[in-house]
């Protein structure tokens, strides 16, 4: 059998196929009819203007969920009060090149939080035998603060394991997998959590999640996603660096409305039981987060979905030494986050095997995973060039066509463009409740949304083509390029 009528060389290459098809489809429509690849022009530019739109809505529900719960009483709730005592708490911390101060940060706010049960929480310091400083900073960890409620354990990942590359997942999967060594835990009452090193979780962590676990149905068939806020370094950074850090909290709070197609991101947890099912973590990806959502999809026969645990979780942006050394680290991670395109390879053959999932279901996520990727590379380009698409098939019958497609395209980008000022101020009332706002900064702050069509077609779509190119080239991304944490700074 010829590769070239196989499944596998031809499942990588769907994601830029896709975006060349999408780039060419208006071209192939104005040739073959005008009039219909002016109505798909329109289409398109009024499509994802109301999804702006919906944007903002959903962001600003959501936030105002996130403030309606701060105002619960947890020594009231009944949940806790009646099954948390028997839940055990597992939070594995990764460890690499971090500084001392950024990991104690982390554990300080763990040991901080208010949560009656704090006997049932464990720390798992998971640190790599290759990193010699990250173990040294563990120890010191244990040593000065483990003397309190919370349990501290540092397990040291072997930088030798056949089959494993070097990626956090195999770490995390190694740390967990070596204390259940240790201790025998109750699948179904031990709730596993994975946060990155530069992590602050709020007060009432522990509270919300397992509320949110003890209260939901069919329980261990969910990942729960906490909410981001990349708010620790905010005086630190660079402005694109701040866009684009506030611009993934916004989008978690929008696609948290979207609980079909929602997915986890970054810090997230889920019972030990629903991590067998998933057969832990991968071992081989440099972008577990989806990845681990499917594993744990398929490990359940498709009864999955992730659930939205409006839990804070202070976070890093990109923020190294200079200026070049932060845009290069900012484009790492954003490629790394698009490598997700390469979910379809496992996705697919994975539907194809699975008879227990319906028909509608496997087309409805295909698509989506599809459409997902197809956007973040191409999106903001094809709303760039659309509306000047008619001049190219331009005739004196189509003239009035070929001045006002351009001309209403501006007027609607420029419309659009000054509803900037939603995300902006919503981006002050997000960002002040956790770090300080001088007056200048409420200025700035709102200035710098000027600077996102140029980020979008930069910083946001460009990393996203360059994965969608290697991954139809074979020319992969196999280890996984950590983001440099600075210290953190004494004011």
Not at 350 to 362: D, P, V
Not at 414 to 426: C, E, G, H, Q, R
Not at 457 to 472: D, G, H, K, V, W
């Amino acid at each position: 059998m010829s590769k070239y009528t196989t499944l596998t060389y031809w499942l990588p290459k769907i994601p830029l196929l896709s975006l060349i098809a999408t780039f060419m489809l208006p071209l192939i429509l104005m040739q073959i009819h005008y009039e219909t690849g002016l109505f798909f022009i329109a289409f398109y530019i009024s499509y994802w203007s109301v999804k702006v739109f919906e944007s903002y809505f959903y962001v600003l529900r959501s936030y105002l969920n996130l403030l309606s719960l701060e105002k619960k009483n947890w020594n009231e709730d009944h949940t806790i009060e009646k099954w948390a005592k028997h839940l055990k708490h597992i939070v594995i911390v990764p460890i690499y090149t971090e500084p001392y101060n950024v990991i104690e940060e982390n554990i300080i706010a763990i040991q901080s939080t208010e949560y009656f049960y704090k006997e049932n929480i464990t720390i798992l310091l998971a640190t790599e035998s290759r990193a010699p400083a990250g173990k040294d900073h563990a120890e010191k960890i244990i040593q000065e603060y483990a003397h309190q409620w919370i349990d501290i354990i540092n397990i040291v990942h072997p930088s030798d394991i056949e089959w494993e590359w070097k990626v956090k997942w195999a770490n995390i999967t190694y740390a967990i997998r070596e204390y259940e060594k240790i201790i025998t835990l109750d699948p179904k009452n031990t709730f596993v959590s994975t946060i990155d090193t530069d992590t602050k979780v709020e007060k009432n962590f522990f509270n919300i999640v397992t509320n949110s676990f003890l209260s939901t149905d069919a329980r261990d068939h969910a990942i729960y996603q906490y909410t981001p806020i990349y708010s620790n370094n905010w005086r630190e950074w660079h402005f694109f660096a701040r866009i684009i850090g506030v611009g993934t909290t916004m989008w978690q709070f929008f696609e948290s409305q979207n609980p079909e197609f929602y997915r986890n991101f970054a810090v997230y947890g889920q019972s030990l039981a629903c991590l067998h099912k998933a057969n832990y973590w991968s071992l081989t990806s440099i972008v577990e987060d989806g990845m681990q959502y499917w594993r744990s999809y398929f490990g359940w026969d498709g009864f999955f979905r992730i659930i939205h645990t409006p839990a804070i979780c202070e976070m890093d942006l990109v923020d190294e030494k200079n200026l070049y050394r932060t845009i290069r680290s900012q484009y790492k991670q954003l490629r790394r986050w698009s490598w997700g395109c390469t979910d379809i390879e496992y996705v697919l053959p994975a539907f194809i095997k699975n008879k227990k999932i319906s028909l509608w279901e496997k087309i409805r996520k295909t698509i989506y995973l599809v459409y997902n990727h197809l956007f973040w590379a191409g999106g903001p380009f094809m709303l760039f060039f659309i509306g000047y698409v008619p001049g190219v098939f331009s005739s004196i019958d189509h003239s009035l066509a070929t001045f006002t497609v351009p001309i209403a395209s501006s007027i609607i980008f420029t419309i659009l463009f000054a509803t900037v000022i939603i995300p902006s101020i919503l981006s002050i009332h997000i960002m002040r409740r956790y770090t300080k706002f001088w007056p200048f900064d409420y200025i700035w702050n709102m200035l710098q949304w000027i600077a996102v069509p140029v980020l979008t077609l930069t910083l946001f779509s460009i990393p996203a083509i360059e994965s969608q190119i290697r991954l139809f080239f074979w020319k992969r991304i196999d280890s996984f390029d950590t983001t440099e944490k600075m210290e953190r700074k004494k004011h």
